[in-house]
């Protein structure tokens, strides 16, 4: 691990802590804190992400976002966990993945873990009032799953597709039931590319 900027050795000094998760080459958030396995220029702390988050408190993170990450963890409910351990009361977790129908997921043979719209169902509580109910799989559930969004990707140089599609995620995410019955009959149709999830940590 490499804590460029000796940001854990300063911890209890900041007033607030944002993580961003598996940034890349390029953040999303810029003043937030980035975390990755590789050693970008614009990467705070390196090293592997349950190793570094080890090293945070419980209760010491304000927000967490990620994008485009937890599709190449094996383990996304100990990462889930380890997230929400070192997030506080009210701390917000925003997760981007790809949604399981993005024809371009499986090219990556480094994506291990698929996503759809009630994943985080089975992990958090369900605020979004999903007609469909899944099991749970964590003992306490600590985290609420507050939004849902599909998201549609518009191709280059193709407006009037490009203005269908916007059309199309303000309909679809206008309503739960609307992205229910899109995930389970049209999905494949026009597959969606990504979905984001939004969380916070309710006890």
Do not use: Q
Not at 55 to 78: A, G, M, Q, W, Y
Not at 79 to 87: D, H, S
Not at 152 to 179: A, D, E, H, Q
């Amino acid at each position: 691990m490499n804590d460029k900027n000796n940001f854990l050795l300063n911890i209890d000094r900041k007033k607030e802590i944002n993580l961003e998760i598996g940034c890349g080459s390029s953040k999303y958030n810029e003043d937030y804190i980035g975390i990755d396995i590789i050693d970008y220029d614009n990467v705070d702390i390196v090293g592997d992400v349950f190793e570094i988050l080890e090293e945070f408190p419980s209760n010491s993170v304000d927000s967490i976002f990620t994008r485009h990450f937890l599709e190449h963890i094996k383990d996304v409910k100990s990462l889930i966990n380890e997230f929400t351990r070192v997030l506080k009361v009210k701390g917000k977790l925003r997760v981007i993945v790809p949604h399981f129908a993005n024809p371009y997921y499986y090219s990556d043979y480094t994506h291990v873990s698929s996503f759809g719209l009630y994943s985080f169902c089975y992990l958090a509580k369900d605020y979004c009032n999903f007609k469909r109910k899944v099991p749970t799989y964590n003992k306490e559930l600590k985290l609420a799953l507050t939004n849902t969004k599909m998201i549609f990707m518009t191709l280059p140089n193709t407006f009037i597709y490009g203005k269908l599609l916007r059309l199309l995620t303000m309909v679809i995410n206008s309503r739960t039931c609307f992205k229910e019955l899109y995930e389970e009959r049209l999905c494949y149709v026009i597959p969606p590319y990504e979905l984001i999830f939004d969380l916070i940590k309710i006890k």
